[in-house]
C-alpha cells in the first residue's frame, strides 16, 4: 500500500507522514530529504545550483539512509549524520531551484520507486501523488493559507536555532511555491483523486487524525 501526501511548503506533510508512519506501521520516504542530501553535496562542491550536467552525477557517490535512534529519525549521507545540516538556511535557499534540474529528478524519481518495492509505505513531497507514484492507492494534498505556511517555518527554525525573520522566511516560502508550481517535470499541482485537506486553523494532532480516517476509509 503506498500513502501518496503532497503540498506546498509548510502545509505540515512531513510531521503528518512521520506520526502516521508510527501509528500504522508504515515506512516513511521523505522525498524532500533526497534533494536536500544533494543540495549538500551541490554546496561542499561549489557547483552552481544550474548545472544539469554535474549535479545529477553527484547521486553515483551518495548513499542516503534513514534511521532511528532512540526514537529519533536522523538521515545519514555516505555515513555521516546530516539531519541538521539538512534543514540549515544554506541548503533551504537553494534545495527548490536545485530540485527543478530534470534530469536529477528523473534518477531521484527512480531511486524512491525502488525504496518503495515491496513495502507498505507512506511518501511526502510535491509531486508524489502526480509524477513519483500516480496510481498510488490513497492520495492526499495537505494546503494551508500562505501566512500559516510561513509562521510554522518560522516557529521551526526558532526551534533550531535558524536565524531567519518572519519576513525572510515568507519571501523564501512565495518563492518555493513559484519554482514548485513551474517545475518542468513533477511540479506542484492537485491530482485529480486527491482528497485536498486545509490545515490552516487545525492543529497537527487533528490534521493527523483526519488523514488516518481517510486511509482506513480508502483501505
Given amino acids: 500500500m503506498i500513502v501518496a501526501i503532497d503540498g506546498p511548503a ?4 512531513g510531521t503528518v ?25 551541490v554546496l561542499d562542491n561549489n557547483l552552481e545550483i544550474d548545472d544539469e550536467v554535474e549535479i545529477p552525477k553527484l547521486l553515483d557517490n551518495m548513499n542516503i539512509e534513514f534511521k532511528k ?23 533551504t535557499n537553494i534545495v527548490s531551484e536545485v530540485s527543478r534540474i530534470v534530469p536529477l529528478r528523473i534518477r531521484v ?3 524512491l520507486r525502488k525504496m518503495a518495492e515491496g513495502k507498505d509505505v507512506v511518501m511526502e513531497g510535491r509531486d508524489i501523488t502526480t509524477y513519483v507514484f500516480p496510481n498510488a492507492e490513497i ?5 494551508a493559507k500562505i501566512e500559516e505556511r510561513a509562521k510554522r517555518r518560522y516557529k521551526e527554525n526558532i526551534e533550531k536555532g535558524i536565524e531567519m525573520s518572519y519576513e525572510e522566511v515568507l519571501e ?4 518555493r511555491d513559484k519554482n514548485d508550481k513551474n517545475k518542468k517535470v513533477g511540479a506542484l499541482k492537485i491530482a485529480d483523486d486527491a482528497i485536498v ?5 487545525k492543529t497537527i494532532s487533528q ?6 480516517k481517510i486511509i482506513y476509509s480508502r483501505k
Fill in 139 to 143: 492520495k492526499i494534498y495537505l494546503d
Fill in 207 to 212: 490534521v493527523a487524525d483526519e488523514v488516518e
Fill in 10 to 13: 509548510g502545509s505540515g506533510k
Fill in 69 to 91: 535512534e532512540n526514537d529519533i529519525e536522523k538521515v545519514f549521507l555516505n555515513g555521516i549524520d546530516v539531519t541538521e545540516r539538512i534543514r540549515t538556511k544554506e541548503v
Fill in 197 to 201: 485537506v486545509d490545515t490552516t486553523e
Fill in 17 to 41: 507522514a512521520k506520526i502516521i508512519s508510527n501509528k500504522l506501521g508504515l515506512v516513511n520516504l521523505d522525498t524532500g530529504v533526497a534533494y536536500r542530501c544533494v543540495a549538500v553535496k
Fill in 109 to 111: 524519481t527512480d531511486l
Fill in 172 to 175: 523564501n516560502v512565495i518563492r
